[in-house]
């Protein structure tokens, strides 16, 4: 999402968004209140005790929706997907990167972050080049009673607001 950010007039390079198999095909994500409801539930609940579960939204997703609702929400024109021989890296384009984001950080009184305490880069440029889909099952959660659940597509524009509320982003 940083790069999203307010970057109008600040250079950026062209956007990578990892290989087209991981473009097109399903990936499940998980929402930190789930999360958070599932640990609490797993912590309270006798038959969930010394029990392994998966933890995602319960839907999945394709990182092109992903990619449309945070255009959407950042008011940012959507780019299709253009595959090329060169792996993008995320790390590699943002480093050196922190004073721009301290500057906009300080144009737009942002409450006051470091870029790299932000962001999990390495975890980005992992997760946009899988060469499999990324979906796991929450059938165990659901017979044990965990039957929590996030819209993933609903679920980024309240986080989004949420940083912005909390003045963390723009």
């Known amino acids: 999402m940083l790069l999203f950010v307010d970057t109008r007039g600040y250079h950026f390079d062209t956007l990578g968004s990892g290989n087209k198999y991981t473009w097109e095909h399903f990936c499940d994500m998980s929402d930190a209140r789930v999360l958070a ?22 839907d999945v997703c394709t990182w092109k929706s992903l990619w449309g609702v945070l255009c959407e ?16 890296d995320w790390l590699g384009m943002m480093k050196g990167k922190g004073k721009v984001w301290a500057e ?7 409450f006051e972050t470091k870029m790299e305490d932000i962001t999990c880069l390495e975890a ?14 929450m059938n165990k959660s659901r017979e044990s009673g ?4 996030a819209d993933t597509l609903k679920s ?9 509320d909390m003045k963390i982003i723009r």
């Open 146 to 149: 965990f039957l929590g659940f």
């Open 37 to 58: 409801e599932q640990q609490i539930w797993a912590a309270v609940t006798e038959g969930a005790k010394n029990q392994a579960f998966n933890c995602t939204n319960g």
């Open 104 to 110: 906009i950080v300080e144009k737009f009184g942002l």
């Open 124 to 137: 980005l440029n992992v997760v946009l080049h899988f060469g499999f889909q990324h979906v796991c099952s």
């Open 73 to 88: 929400v950042f008011d940012v024109e959507f780019v299709a997907f253009e595959e090329n021989d060169e792996k993008f």
């Open 156 to 164: 980024i524009p309240m986080w989004v607001g949420r940083l912005r």
